[in-house]
């Protein structure tokens, strides 16, 4: 029986039993026995002989390994967040800061043997890092010009490569130290018992950060729970040095945390100034990253007007109920109550911004007409049964991802095809859906496609001034017909909408469109065609030609075989034979019930 021991190498349980068998056997019959694991000079195996003497492992240090494995965690999540939220090029890659901490653990795990102790400069390298985060963060002061990244009173930022350098060899030092506490209780357990008590531990520690996350404690708390951690893997050899650096992390965290007019959300680092002037606004910024600001109505009127656009097209009567998704710091339900909107509900998924927006100017929420829900978008949609004579997305952009290993970002489900069908199913009748945002042309398009598809015509598009790279604007739609007032309706690029299985809004998708390619690629699970990227998986007729299979699909949604040329799901274009068809061609082409 072989039992392996975690980055150390493995120890043959039997040959143990056998070596203590054997002494057994020379006592009793008074000949001397050859030990199992022996070479022919009678020497025994260093190996297993090391091993059977090792120390046993008790309680005391199961407590410390589950112990060791939730700090590492604990302040891997810790740093992840505190450092992207203090560091806009670390926000544009957000595994950075997790690639750092996988090399640190793995460096650690890869000594958990060496004779060098990397723990007692943790508090050193943790201090280093806190430092130099907080005197050299990166802040993006505006979306144009010839320095939008700044520093600390507007100084000059950092070159994007010495800060993501510094911050990546300060974060692999500290994870390095950490590994190795861990590792070095790890390598005295059976391997199934070392890995049952880290997963313990580590689950405990994303637990406990989760929660605190969700608590809107600021960095001052995870520096005390870290730091108080540490000196407790330290002991009992811990030095007046560690303890004076593990102090200077929590001064530092603790001072950035008293800050006046910032507050720590379950999302982002919140931080918020009034301005004066003709038109005063409170500007809130998420992460170092221009996010809000809330303005009056006459500012809006003004500076805003986008606002206001989606009320074109309805009637002051008609407005009996309003929905607002990403209600934010307050400006989208000020319209609405001033246009006239009976009842508004408010969804908010921060609960930090509503609360910074009691302070807007007309005081929305506070309004006894507005029921704010502090909830997620799409979750909202699915679970109530309140029908809307208007729905807005009111600019949802969380700056969130939900996981550094990817792009998806916590409004990126709300934007699916599946979310927009969701919302038109609470429509009320002869409601109006609207939604609004800087985009990119890309996302214009693949937002205004995927509307299309929804509601089976092409909506209503109102565009505003640029503004970074990004264009203003508005698109509206109305099941029942055509939308009232509208100038301009979408005649853009076709581009593949996002759907639940493939959700991240900023893909390129799964087909390149093409305006002169007849070609075919193949892409995913299925054959499509470059002129027309539809979301929907087709595959061709059992047995069938590669010619036929390039003209027609199978479609799910109508159960019936359908050219492949525009036409699928209900949503899309009707179709009929084409002039000069194949044979079968016309008893399998038939009109869409749309």
């Known amino acids: 029986m072989t039992s392996g021991i975690g980055y150390g190498g493995t120890v043959d349980i039997g040959k143990i039993s056998e070596t203590v068998g054997a002494e057994t056997d020379t006592v009793a019959s008074g000949q001397p026995a050859r030990q199992a694991g022996a070479g022919p000079d009678g020497q025994t195996a260093a190996e297993p002989t090391r091993q059977a003497a090792a120390p046993e492992v008790g309680p005391r240090d199961q407590a410390r390994l589950v112990f060791a494995s939730f700090l590492m965690l604990f302040v891997e999540l810790a740093l992840i967040r505190w450092v992207t939220a203090n560091n806009v090029y670390v926000t544009k890659a957000t595994n950075f800061v997790l690639l750092a901490s996988f090399l640190g653990i793995g460096i650690g795990f890869l000594n958990a043997r060496g004779g060098r102790d990397y723990l007692r400069w943790t508090p050193v390298a943790l201090l280093a890092l806190v430092g130099f985060v907080l005197a050299f963060p990166v802040i993006l002061a505006s979306l144009s010009g010839p320095h939008p990244l700044q520093g600390l009173e507007g100084t000059p930022a950092l070159p994007q490569p010495v800060s993501l350098a510094i911050v990546f060899l300060l974060t692999t030092g500290v994870m390095t130290g950490l590994g190795q506490a861990v590792a070095r209780i790890f390598v ?112 809006l009127h003004a500076q805003k007007p986008f606002y206001f656009y989606p009320y074109r097209h309805v009637t002051r009567a008609s407005l009996n109920n309003v929905l607002i998704i990403g209600s934010g710091t307050g400006n989208d339900a000020a319209v609405a109550l001033a246009e006239g909107a009976r009842h508004v509900d408010a969804v908010e998924i921060d609960p930090v911004l509503p609360q910074i927006g009691r302070v807007h100017p007309d005081h929305p929420y506070q309004n006894p007409r507005l029921t704010l829900h502090i909830a997620d978008g799409r979750e909202y949609l699915q679970n109530t049964n309140k029908k809307y004579n208007l729905i807005v997305f009111a600019l949802p952009d969380s700056l969130s991802a939900l996981a550094g290993q990817s792009a998806l970002r916590l409004e990126s489900y709300l934007l699916t095809e599946q979310s927009l069908a969701a919302a038109r199913s609470r429509l009320a009748p002869g409601g109006t859906f609207a939604m609004y945002n800087y985009y990119a042309p890309f996302l214009f398009n693949r937002y205004a496609t995927t509307l299309q598809d929804v509601y089976h015509r ?88 590669t010619r036929w299979s390039s003209r027609v699909c199978w479609s799910r949604c109508t159960w019936r075989w359908r050219p492949r040329d525009g036409c699928g799901c209900p949503g899309l274009p009707c179709c009929t034979p084409p002039s000069s068809p194949p044979s079968p061609w016309p008893g399998l082409c038939r009109r869409s019930r749309c």
Request: glycine content about 10%; aromatic content about 8%.
């Open 188 to 299: 005295r357990f059976k391997p199934l018992s070392a890995y049952r008590l880290d997963i313990a531990g580590s689950i405990a520690g994303i637990t406990v950060f989760s929660g605190l996350s969700f608590l809107d404690l600021p960095p001052a708390g995870w520096g005390i729970i870290a730091g108080c951690g540490l000196v407790i893997l330290l002991l009992p050899r811990v030095r007046w040095w560690q303890i004076g650096a593990v102090a200077g992390v929590i001064t530092l965290l603790v001072l950035e945390s008293v800050l006046p007019q910032q507050r720590w959300s379950p999302y982002n680092k919140l931080s918020y100034i009034q301005t004066t002037g003709k038109y005063p606004a409170l500007n809130v910024s998420a992460n170092n990253i221009p996010y809000q600001a809330a303005r009056g109505l006459p500012a």
């Open 458 to 545: 092409a909506p209503c598009a109102e565009v505003g001034p640029p503004l970074g790279g990004r264009r203003l604007s508005v698109l509206s739609i109305r099941p029942a017909g055509p939308v009232p007032s509208c100038a301009t309706y979408w005649h853009g690029t076709a581009v593949a909408p996002a759907t639940d299985d493939h959700s991240a809004a900023a893909g390129s998708g799964r087909c390149a469109p093409t305006s002169t390619s007849r070609s075919w690629a193949r892409r995913s699970c299925c054959w499509r065609p470059r002129t027309w990227c539809s979301s929907r998986c087709c595959s061709a007729p059992p047995g069938s030609s």
